[in-house]
């Protein structure tokens, strides 16, 4: 990647997700939809209503800090897949969040 890039496009997957906070959040996830932006506040991405639909995982948390130190900041987030995670324990569905960040300098 070139030193001077000033715009980054990150495509979240599973890992960058906490996947457990995701079961607690079912309603409101299934009322998002593809291309719907998000606000970030510390570790979480909420809703155009105010509601956490999303936690960061701590490795994500960690890359983000990463890019944050080399002086980019989020941009835009928006909802780019909602797919289905099957917990191992329960053996249930859970509809997980996966989101486009924008990070520019």
Not at 9 to 22: A, C, K, T, Y
Not at 46 to 63: D, E, K, T, Y
Not at 64 to 92: A, M, S
Request: with cysteine; charged share 20%.
């Amino acid at each position: 990647m070139p030193e001077d890039q000033r715009l980054l496009i990150l495509h979240l997957g599973l890992r960058d997700v906490n996947l457990g906070f995701s079961t607690y959040r079912q309603k409101a996830i299934h009322a998002l939809r593809t291309g719907e932006m998000l606000q970030v506040v510390d570790s979480d991405c909420l809703n155009s209503q105010g509601i956490a639909v999303l936690r960061f995982s701590q490795a994500f948390q960690q890359n983000l800090l990463g890019f944050e130190q080399k002086g980019y900041v989020i941009q835009d987030v928006r909802v780019n897949w909602l797919v289905y995670w099957k917990n191992p324990e329960t053996e249930k569905e859970v509809l997980v969040v996966l989101l486009e960040v924008i990070l520019g300098k």
